[in-house]
Nanobody, 125 residues
Framework: QVRLVESGGGLVQPGGSLRLSCAAS????????MAWYRQAPGKQRELVAT???????NYEDSVKGRFTISRDNANYTVYLQMNSLKPEDTAVYHC???????????????????WGQGTQVTVSS
């Protein structure tokens, strides 16, 4: 099973920047896609950005041009660089990782996912 540990959240003024990190550890055969989600108070969790195993990225419209997702495959870590932050970016940010537990599940395309515990990002003056 994959365990995820997030870091990098905090309080920042509008227009500021933060960099979130999410490190995966545990027992697995292969990590596939990695993603960041967020959930603001009273709202549903929404997808912020994704990155595939080969580096293809996608972003939710409201963060395009401001956020950048990247990954370090050697260290099983995904990052979210957030620039030009706005108050509406305030939320708990969660990372998600999709993976194959073993070669057996890999050959059968039985993908699983794991979630981080979340890190608070607050954008306020």
């Amino acid at each position: 099973q994959v365990r995820l540990v997030e870091s990098g959240g905090g309080l920042v003024q509008p227009g500021g920047s933060l960099r979130l990190s999410c490190a995966a550890s545990g027992s697995f055969f292969k990590i596939n896609g990695m993603a960041w989600y967020r959930q603001a108070p009273g709202k549903q969790r929404e997808l912020v950005a994704t990155i595939s195993s080969v580096g293809t990225t996608n972003y939710e419209d409201s963060v395009k041009g401001r956020f950048t997702i990247s990954r370090d495959n050697a260290n099983y870590t995904v990052y979210l660089q957030m620039n030009s932050l706005k108050p509406e970016d305030t939320a708990v940010y969660h990372c998600q990782v999709r993976y194959y537990r073993s070669y057996y599940t890999y050959t059968r395309k039985r993908e699983e996912d794991s979630w981080g515990q979340g890190t608070q990002v607050t954008v306020s003056s």
